[in-house]
C-alpha cells in the first residue's frame, strides 16, 4: 500500500536535548494510512564541504579524528552552517581554517541528505578550484585535530574502494565532482 503524497500529521513534538550543534526531537506522528508511532530526529542546520583541487590536479583533504568512531577519518573541508549563514560563506572559511588553502574558482555540485532516516540535515557541496596557499593561514579550531593530506583522484578513489576510513559526505561529493576533475 503506497503512502501517497500526504505528510503524516504532527500529533506532539518533544525536544529532549538542545546542543551546540544539533538538537535532538521524538515527535508522534500519525501517517496517513492511520499508523501512529514516535520518530526521533537529529535537527542540524547543515553542513557545507568543497571538494579543494590544486592547479596540479591533487585533491586536498584533511585527516581528521573523529572521537565517534574512535579513529582518523579522510574527508574533504567541511563546516556546520552558522545561522543565517550561506552555504557558500560557510565553506569559504572552512577551508582556509581547515587546509591553509583559499581558492578563487568554485562550482556548486548540489546539496544531499546525509543521513535521512534520523536527521534532516544536508550538506551543500562545492567545487573548490584556482587555489592558492595562505602565508598565514588562520588558527584551527581548538578541537580539531587535522592533518592536510595531498592526493590524485585515483589515489582516492583506490583509498575509498580498499575500504580505507573515508566518511561518506566525503565519497559522495567526490563522486559528484568527479566529472570536473580531468
Known amino acids: 500500500m503506497s503512502l501517497g503524497q ?3 500529521e504532527i500529533l506532539q513534538q518533544r ?5 551546540r550543534k544539533f538538537d535532538f526531537e521524538v ?4 501517517l496517513p494510512i ?6 526521533e530526529c537529529v535537527r542540524h542546520p547543515g553542513g557545507a564541504l568543497a571538494v579543494p583541487v590544486t592547479s596540479e590536479g591533487k585533491l586536498v583533504l584533511v585527516r581528521q579524528y573523529r572521537f565517534t568512531v574512535e579513529g582518523r577519518l579522510l574527508e574533504f573541508p567541511a563546516g556546520t552552517v552558522e545561522p543565517n549563514e550561506d552555504p557558500a560563506e560557510t565553506i569559504k572559511r572552512e577551508i582556509e581554517e581547515e587546509t591553509g588553502y583559499r581558492a578563487s574558482r568554485w562550482r556548486s555540485l548540489g546539496k544531499f541528505a546525509l543521513a535521512p532516516g534520523y536527521s534532516d540535515e544536508y550538506i551543500y557541496a562545492f567545487l573548490a578550484q584556482d587555489l592558492q596557499q595562505l602565508e598565514q593561514p588562520p588558527e584551527q ?3 580539531e585535530d587535522i592533518e592536510v593530506v595531498l592526493m590524485s583522484p585515483l589515489e582516492l578513489e583506490k583509498a575509498i574502494l580498499a575500504g580505507e576510513p573515508v566518511d561518506a559526505k566525503s565519497i559522495c ?9 580531468g
Not at 15 to 19: A, N, Q, T
Not at 27 to 30: G, V
Not at 34 to 39: A, C, F, S
Open 15 to 19: 525536544l529532549f536535548y538542545k546542543g
Open 173 to 181: 561529493s567526490f563522486f559528484l565532482a568527479r566529472p570536473f576533475l
Open 6 to 8: 500526504e505528510p503524516p
Open 34 to 39: 492511520g499508523v501512529e508511532g514516535d520518530w
Open 27 to 30: 515527535s508522534r506522528l500519525r
Open 141 to 143: 579550531d581548538d578541537d
